[in-house]
């Protein structure tokens, strides 16, 4: 009995003893009213509310400051009883317990902690419920990954007293929507100088870098994604070290993982099924920062399930996919996806899945050591240091090679992948070929690109690619840009799927065939600056041809009629006299940009679909009075057309014009009209038509118009 009164009363001291071990942590105040505010505690409901974020994030450290706060309030309200139940998901034996008995487990150690009373030992699951039913508490159920945990724990809300409070920590997102959890607090990373601080005070036990500090400091935060476990392990390494020892440890920290930081993520890798884990092994290794949607073509034919499998990786907080489709990876998770590749087979990087190393890569092409495990090569040859002499038979091995991608970041560096004695072949299963700067002439003529899904030849030495016609069905995209000596561009009458189609600067080029035609689901042409192409075939209409590019084609005389559903169009700098008047029923034009057609004398028929039209720098004389059919044109470019006289009076009928430049238009007389309103005297007024060769009349443009500028200079790269 004494010693119980004893343990009762230092419990109680304990409890009534305020807690500092919270105190300085970044940004936890934060946290802790937010999840407050969520929690609503001044409602009488039982609540469930959930942690999620990535292992590391600082969710369990978040819960336990709140936790803290909420326990120790000394008010005539607070919780009768209080548990924080830590790292169920380590406790958990899987393997020695079946599931009812797992349950029964977890129910014992539950109640055993929160009463307070040791190996407290159930016979059937109803025991917690009848338990807790009348008891007002606060429960904390950490690091949760199975959702039999939480019918084990707190299956349904009617198991508690009114008031009750239960948050539960996971990374695993899918596990909370399960359990009919829908106020999920996600745990998002620091700032720069949060982290900054964070690695600071585990490092010199202060907010602030030392003097000289602050550059390695920086860094080493990079270095950790900021991700707060890495921050504080780093920092904890570090602590006591000199500059120059910080500046030794780098290059390690550089290329390789903490080991308490590898082993952490271990586990959560260790969790996915095997499927799973080989869509984290391509997000790492090749598909960090791609559309979601590539990803999902490149994978298509793997029997991976990919679209389920990104889902179970987002959910599991193992990789983010933003608003714009990119997926994104912490660059510590990226890390530890190579170094499990480089674990396979250390000493033959040839027998890996993936090879990203450059040295590495080299290596295997110069000596043909590839095997048929090798599913996808990344190199960056400007991290080559010297020219690579690839063997003819680098790929002859690698018959399971799907994803091949050699590429260069820098335009401007002098070429270090060559094929002295050619190439012999190229793997037939390959689905994505990206091969900048390919140094010979043609392709491996044994090469059927029949899986292709996209092919990357940008600034090749290639004259032709293949022989008569292939089997393109998987074909969805074809960038030749900057290989100045292709001459013809092959049949593609099988590449019915093809949607985007790059020829820019394809200087030798003189025509296209006739297979254009076949492309119904083309969605983007850019043949820009193809300087011998003379015209395109006619009698064709692209039905889903939205971008077509043809500026700097300084041969073209007439005007490309190849589709009527085409939203973006560029024809600048072209030898065109004449627009048809057909195009003023593309109902889908958007913008219209022909600057610098210096042969073109009358402006053209538009469709009211216009909204943003270029024609500076040409030879019109006038702008016509139906100009006001343009009804929803915003933005107007006739800068430096030294022929254009005069402006009808129906312009101040356009209602949404937004930006007019009549710069440079030394010839241009104002015409007035008697009925301009004041909105059309700030747009367009006599005093600025007489001084329009002098300056632009301009109003601020609205986010539409910016978009549609956007559009144009990213899909079709206007420059």
């Not at 040791?118 to 007002?136: C, F, M, P, Y």
């Not at 034009?589 to 039209?613: D, N, Q, Y």
């Not at 009075?625 to 057309?641: H, P």
């Amino acid at each position: 009995m004494i010693e119980k009164i004893v343990a009762d009363v230092s419990d109680e001291l304990n409890r009534c003893t305020p807690s500092k071990d919270f105190d300085g942590l970044v940004g936890l105040e934060a946290h802790v009213a937010k999840l407050c505010s969520m929690l609503c505690l001044e409602s009488n409901e039982v609540r469930m509310i959930g942690i999620w974020g990535p292992i590391g994030i600082g969710k369990t450290t978040i819960a336990r400051a709140l936790y803290s706060q909420l326990s120790a309030a000394d008010d005539d309200d607070n919780f009768q009883l209080n548990i924080f139940m830590e790292n169920i998901k380590g406790s958990c034996r899987r393997n020695e317990l079946d599931g009812y008995s797992l349950k029964l487990h977890l129910q014992e150690r539950f109640l055993s902690e929160i009463f307070n009373q040791r190996d407290i030992k159930i016979s059937h699951l109803g025991v917690a419920q009848e338990r807790l039913k009348n008891q007002k508490a606060l429960i904390v159920l950490d690091d949760v990954d199975e959702l039999q945990q939480l019918h084990a724990l707190a299956d349904q809300t009617q198991w508690f007293g009114n008031g009750t409070r239960i948050i539960v920590t996971t990374e695993d997102k899918q596990l909370l929507k399960a359990h009919g959890i829908n106020h999920v607090y996600e745990v998002g990373f620091p700032s720069k100088d949060e982290a900054i601080k964070i690695l600071c005070r585990y490092a010199f036990g202060q907010n602030s870098a030392p003097e000289g500090f602050y550059d390695l400091a920086v860094e080493f935060s990079q270095l950790s994604g900021n991700l707060p476990l890495s921050l504080s392990v780093l920092g904890a390494s570090l602590r006591g070290m000199s500059k120059e020892e910080w500046t030794k440890a780098l290059p390690r920290f550089r290329t390789s993982l903490n080991g308490k930081i590898e082993k952490v993520f271990g586990v959560c890798y260790d969790s996915l099924d095997e499927k799973d884990r080989l869509i984290f092994l391509h997000i790492a290794c090749l598909f960090n920062g791609e559309k979601v949607e590539r990803v999902i073509q490149f994978l298509a034919k793997s029997e991976l399930e990919v679209e389920f499998g990104l889902k179970v990786l987002v959910d599991r907080s193992l990789l983010h996919i933003c608003d714009d489709g990119n997926i994104v990876m912490h660059c510590l998770l990226q890390q530890m996806g190579k170094e499990i590749i480089r674990g396979q087979c250390i000493d033959e990087p040839g027998k890996r899945k993936f090879l990203v190393d450059a040295k590495e890569i080299s290596d295997v092409l110069v000596d043909a050591t590839g095997t048929e495990t090798v599913l996808g090569i990344s190199l960056d040859m400007s991290k080559l240091n010297d020219d690579v002499c690839t063997s003819e038979k680098a790929f002859d091995r690698m018959h399971n090679l799907q994803l091949l991608r050699l590429y260069t970041n820098f335009q401007d560096e002098s070429f270090k992948l060559c094929l002295p004695h050619g190439l012999d072949r190229l793997p037939h299963k390959l689905r994505l070929l990206h091969w900048d700067s390919y140094p010979i002439k043609c392709m491996p003529s044994r090469f059927r690109p029949e899986f292709l899904v996209e092919l990357s030849m940008r600034d090749s030495k290639l004259e032709k690619l293949w022989e008569g016609i292939q089997p393109l069905t998987s074909l969805k995209q074809m960038d030749l840009s900057a290989s100045t000596k292709i001459k013809d561009i092959p049949n593609l009458s099988k590449a019915t799927n093809l949607e985007n189609l790059y020829l820019r600067f394809c200087k030798g080029l003189a025509s296209v065939p006739s297979s254009l035609q076949n492309l119904n689901k083309l969605k983007v042409l850019d043949m820009s600056s193809c300087v011998r192409l003379n015209a395109l075939p006619t009698n064709m209409n692209l039905e889903s041809l939205s971008v077509l590019n043809m500026k700097g084609c300084s041969k073209l005389r007439i005007f490309p009629e190849i589709s009527s559903q085409v939203k973006f169009m560029s024809v600048g700098e072209t030898a065109i006299e004449e627009v048809p008047l057909s195009i003023s029923l593309w109902p889908q034009l958007i913008s219209l940009e022909m600057s610098g057609c210096k042969k073109l004398k009358t402006f053209p028929k538009l469709p009211a679909s216009v909204e943003v039209l270029d024609l500076s720098s040409t030879g019109i004389e006038e702008i016509p009075w139906w100009i006001e059919n343009a009804s929803q044109l915003l933005i107007m470019c006739m800068a430096n057309c030294k022929k254009l006289k005069c402006v009808p009076p129906s312009i101040y009928q356009l209602k949404h014009l937004e930006d007019v430049d009549l710069s440079g238009c030394s010839e241009l007389r104002p015409v007035l009209s008697s009925r301009r309103t004041n909105e059309a005297k700030s747009l367009l007024n006599a005093e600025s038509l007489r001084n329009a060769g002098k300056e632009t009349t301009k109003r601020t443009v609205t986010a539409r118009g910016r978009r549609i500028l956007t559009w144009m200079k990213d899909l079709c790269s206007f420059q």
